[in-house]
């Protein structure tokens, strides 16, 4: 089939390898425009952009596709099906239409629970122990198409959303391949969303990285996991006379002794709170390398009482 791919992130980049190495010819590929970035504030390219030339598929940057003319240059492309992972832009309704069969979108969660940009964080963030990977016919709504192929993936109780996504991209992959194959039988059948159950994955906010220790320990620890490693769930602690932002990339629950204040620091790199406690396994300390425990409190000196 001839196929528009149309990603962004490194989330994206094996299912565009998946489609070409099916044998599928794929005819241009739509990502985000370079944005400036580094201390030098060079131009970046997309993962999928560095992808796609690799490949040596013509690549398409528009800052949106709701003029006329980009429009144009889309149905130009007489693709038999347009195919969406991560892309970043609302695709409004001529796009959608464009391709001979539509497009194809694949989704990280098990909809209609977690809609939206960070369904991967989102659900470890809530504590999820299930989510999958979706492939969905398009339409106008958020995510709100009717579903066609689905994989489940278990979330292990100390699973960070870093390695969630590592493992969800390529059964995602696998999983578009085998809907692409579907759908060159004529057997791809889509079912409607349940209309009850839905959630909204919101893209995260700064403000919710700083950790709260007056929660409890499942809370703050599901915190940490859903946002390692970016942005990195910190707090601050006066090292040396002077306050410093530690990343927690990596915890475990763990107990405090009853009574215990919420903040308290405990043996192990380990902090009481509201109810239980979290040990510290993985953190970066502002400025340096991510490390384990041990060599944090080697390098820290004398801790306080207590966090920030």
Same mark, same amino acid.
């Given at each position: 089939?001839?196929?528009?791919?149309?990603?962004?992130?490194?989330?994206?980049?094996?299912?565009?390898?998946?489609?070409?190495?099916?044998?599928?010819?794929?005819?241009?590929?739509?990502?985000?425009?370079?944005?400036?970035?580094?201390?030098?504030?060079?131009?970046?390219?997309?993962?999928?952009?560095?992808?796609?030339?690799?490949?040596?598929?013509?690549?398409?940057?528009?800052?949106?596709?709701?003029?006329?003319?980009?429009?144009?240059?889309?149905?130009?492309?007489?693709?038999?099906?347009?195919?969406?992972?991560?892309? #970043? &832009?609302?695709?409004?309704? *001529? /796009?959608?239409?464009?391709?001979?069969? +539509?497009? !194809?979108?694949?989704?990280?969660? %098990?909809?209609?629970?977690?809609?939206?940009?960070?369904?991967?964080?989102?659900?470890?963030?809530?504590?999820?122990?299930?989510?999958?990977?979706?492939?969905?016919?398009?339409?106008?709504?958020?995510?709100?198409?009717?579903? #066609? &192929?689905?994989?489940?993936? *278990? /979330?292990?109780?100390?699973?960070?959303? +870093?390695? !969630?996504?590592?493992?969800?991209? %390529?059964?995602?992959?696998?999983?578009?391949?085998?809907?692409?194959?579907?759908?060159?039988?004529?057997?791809?059948?889509?079912?409607?969303?349940?209309?009850?159950?839905?959630?909204?994955?919101?893209?995260?906010?700064?403000?919710?990285?700083?950790?709260?220790?007056?929660?409890?320990?499942?809370?703050?620890?599901?915190?940490?996991?859903?946002?390692?490693?970016?942005?990195?769930?910190?707090?601050?602690?006066?090292?040396?006379?002077?306050?410093?932002?530690?990343?927690?990339?990596?915890?475990?629950?763990?107990?405090?002794?009853?009574?215990?204040?919420?903040?308290?620091?405990?043996?192990?790199?380990?902090?009481?709170?509201?109810?239980?406690?979290?040990?510290?396994?993985?953190?970066?300390?502002?400025?340096?390398?991510?490390?384990?425990?041990?060599?944090?409190?080697?390098?820290?000196?004398?801790?306080?009482?207590?966090?920030?």
């Amino acid at each position: 089939m001839k196929i528009i791919f149309m990603g962004t992130p490194e989330f994206a980049v094996p299912t565009l390898t998946e489609i070409i190495s099916s044998g599928h010819e794929v005819v241009a590929v739509y990502t985000r425009a370079p944005k400036p970035a580094g201390r030098g504030q060079a131009e970046r390219r997309s993962p999928v952009h560095e992808a796609a030339d690799g490949f040596g598929i013509p690549v398409f940057t528009p800052r949106s596709l709701r003029g006329a003319e980009e429009q144009d240059v889309f149905a130009s492309h007489d693709a038999d099906l347009g195919i969406v992972v991560a892309y #970043g &832009l609302i695709l409004p309704k *001529p /796009i959608l239409e464009a391709p001979h069969l +539509g497009c !194809l979108n694949l989704h990280g969660s %098990l909809l209609p629970r977690w809609r939206g940009a960070a369904p991967i964080q989102r659900a470890v963030m809530a504590g999820d122990t299930v989510t999958g990977v979706m492939v969905m016919q398009m339409d106008e709504g958020l995510d709100t198409g009717p579903v #066609g &192929l689905v994989d489940q993936i *278990p /979330i292990g109780p100390d699973m960070t959303a +870093g390695e !969630l996504h590592d493992k969800m991209m %390529l059964v995602g992959a696998d999983l578009m391949g085998r809907a692409l194959s579907a759908v060159e039988r004529d057997s791809l059948d889509f079912t409607p969303q349940a209309e009850t159950g839905v959630t909204y994955a919101d893209k995260i906010d700064k403000a919710e990285a700083r950790i709260d220790f007056t929660r409890s320990a499942a809370e703050v620890h599901n915190l940490i996991r859903g946002l390692s490693p970016f942005p990195g769930a910190w707090f601050e602690l006066d090292l040396k006379g002077s306050a410093t932002r530690v990343k927690v990339l990596r915890s475990t629950l763990a107990e405090a002794p009853a009574g215990t204040a919420p903040g308290t620091i405990l043996p192990d790199l380990t902090i009481a709170c509201g109810s239980g406690a979290v040990r510290l396994v993985t953190v970066q300390r502002q400025g340096k390398s991510a490390m384990d425990a041990q060599t944090f409190l080697r390098g820290a000196g004398e801790l306080p009482e207590r966090v920030s």
